[in-house]
């Protein structure tokens, strides 16, 4: 089984198909929410608080799903405030991104992907959110999911009521522009179909995938040095 299988497999040990099909609601209602808020100006152009709002509006809705043991976080560095997702040993956060542009770690991206390589780190970065006592409620150890809505550009005819796609993506533990997965939301909920395949509770899959993921990362880091 390749990896890309092994992670959805994953996946859907620690939620339902139910729990995926609630974040995928959650997001087009965020962008629902941002379209109608644009239209509240008058004067000014709307690109740029649409674009401002869609992430905004998204952090929040997911914050609000209790299923998914939504919080919120601050990163004490900046401030800025983050919807985290629990469901057993997976953490997720959300990076709204442009249509066709892969997340990777740019100017607009860093945030999100530091944010992503402290919780695999939390115990050696204390400091990092302020006010939250985090260190008793996370496992070291995790795989940490984006959520990443493409939004339409915000000048162009596309719906921009509606994100044009939903993607999922695990990234490298030592490298943030590198993924173990990277695929639409829609092909997991597809998974769902395999789960008489799934034998295996997550408890005992996460340790094994865990050595795989690493493995993998070591392996990578050893051609690039070369």
């Known amino acids: 089984m390749s990896l890309k299988q092994d992670i959805l497999r994953f996946l859907r ?14 997001v087009n209602l965020a962008y629902e929410r941002a379209f ?6 008058r004067n000014l152009p709307t690109h740029r608080k649409l674009a401002q709002d869609r992430n ?5 809705v997911l914050i609000g799903q209790s299923s998914w043991q939504g919080s919120c976080v601050s990163a004490s560095h ?7 997702l629990r469901a057993g040993s997976t953490l997720i956060t959300a990076s709204v991104v442009p249509w066709r542009k892969k997340i ?15 919780l695999e780190h939390l115990q050696r970065n204390p400091d990092l959110f302020e006010g939250q006592d985090l260190l008793g409620k996370l496992a070291t150890d995790s795989l940490n999911l984006i959520i990443a809505p493409l939004s339409p550009a915000t000048k162009s005819t596309l719906d921009q009521s509606k994100p044009q796609g939903l993607m999922i993506a695990v990234p490298y533990a ?7 997965l990277w695929c639409t939301v829609q092909e997991l909920l597809l998974s769902y179909e395999d789960e008489a395949d799934d034998d295996e509770s997550g408890d005992s899959v996460w340790p094994k995938l865990r050595i795989r993921m690493r493995s993998e990362e070591e392996k990578t880091d050893s051609e690039d040095d070369q």
């Open 56 to 60: 905004f509006f998204v952090q929040d």
């Open 36 to 41: 109608e808020q644009s239209k509240g100006l």
């Open 78 to 84: 900046n401030g800025e405030q983050f919807a985290l």
């Open 174 to 180: 030592n490298n943030l522009d590198k993924f173990h």
């Open 104 to 118: 990777r770690p740019s100017k607009g991206r860093l945030k999100n992907s530091r944010l992503n390589a402290y």
């Open 13 to 26: 040990t620690e939620a339902s198909k139910g729990q995926v099909e609630e974040l995928v609601d959650a």
